[in-house]
């Protein structure tokens, strides 16, 4: 089945680059060329490779993924990006989908009126933000059903949603399926702070103002967000707006616009720890840099 869902991809992307698929939010990709990791932020967001491989650095921790599991990003992370093995013989293929958080969330909801609210199991951490998941039956079919509507215009426009929402209460049944219900379903406090936070970037808020956002405090917020994002919410804030910056200065933004657009008063603040995460300043950092768009 993975091989027929790969088939089909691989006769509707011929050149590299990102496609729409006209069902919203599923695109399809393609990296025949080594781009090294540099700093991203994922959106909530489903990766499915199926060829060739991909790396996600993660707080020092690197995620590579294949063929052979999915990436499940459930909240807003900030991460460092690539496709460091992509070649033209063994080229990254793959289709990326944008998680509804509408529609995730009446999922969630809806699985955990049947089933009881999400439990982690005692002495371990909170599902992180970023997980990989094994292939299952379930996923592969919903899978297969979604990517073989292909260039069917009435065939997408009519079933598109519903055989988007089936893979989504696939990915809700998997492996990846605690972690994203613990974003989506009924207690997602630190998904919710998330959120807020990312909204508000350029505003300097607070731990306490994030807590209170939450209904949490300050100690209890503080220990369930590093363990969902492997950061206190300090790091995160930094990472985020540091992130966030460099992709606008990828994208072509002088180092002052971007600092003011994330947050930053003081330019000569932003140089120096953009300089302290990244190894160079933002004006070396820029020039090293070509802009090549990164697949998420």
């Not at 680059?17 to 990791?37: D, H």
């Not at 995160?236 to 072509?252: D, E, H, V, W, Y």
Request: net charge positive; aromatic share 6%.
């Amino acid at each position: 089945m993975k091989q027929k869902i790969k088939q089909l991809v691989e006769s509707r992307i011929t050149e590299d680059g990102m496609i729409e698929t006209g069902i919203k939010g599923v695109r399809l990709f393609k990296v025949t060329q080594a781009i090294p990791c540099a700093p991203a932020v994922y959106e909530p967001t489903l990766i499915v490779i199926l060829s060739g491989s991909k790396e996600a650095i993660l707080d020092g921790d690197k995620y590579i993924y294949d063929s052979s599991q999915y990436l499940c990003c459930s909240v807003s992370m900030p991460v460092e990006a690539g496709t460091p093995a992509a070649t033209p013989e063994n080229p990254l293929l793959g289709v990326a989908i944008s998680l509804d958080t509408k529609v995730m969330t009446e999922l969630a909801i809806a699985m955990e009126s049947v089933s009881g609210a999400v439990k982690v199991p005692k002495g371990s951490p909170q599902p992180q933000g970023l997980s990989l998941a094994n292939w299952d039956d379930t996923f592969s079919d919903a899978l297969l059903r979604l990517i073989q509507l292909g260039d069917d215009k009435a065939g997408t426009a009519i079933l598109g949603e519903s055989r988007l929402r089936e893979l989504y209460y696939a990915v809700l049944q998997g492996e990846a399926g605690l972690s994203v219900r613990g974003a989506f379903g009924i207690g997602n406090e630190i998904a919710r702070s998330i959120e807020y936070l990312s909204l508000n970037l350029t505003k300097n808020v607070t731990i306490d103002e994030l807590a209170s956002h939450v209904g949490m405090s300050r100690a209890v917020f503080h220990r369930k967000f590093k363990q969902a994002t492997r950061m206190s919410p300090i790091q995160f804030m930094k990472s985020m707006r540091l992130n966030n910056a460099a992709m606008k200065i990828a994208a072509g933004k002088n180092v002052n616009e971007a600092a003011m657009a994330v947050g930053y008063v003081s330019s000569s603040q932003f140089s120096r720890e953009f300089k302290r995460v990244y190894g160079q300043s933002p004006k070396q950092w820029s020039q090293s840099k070509q802009l090549i768009e990164n697949i998420a």
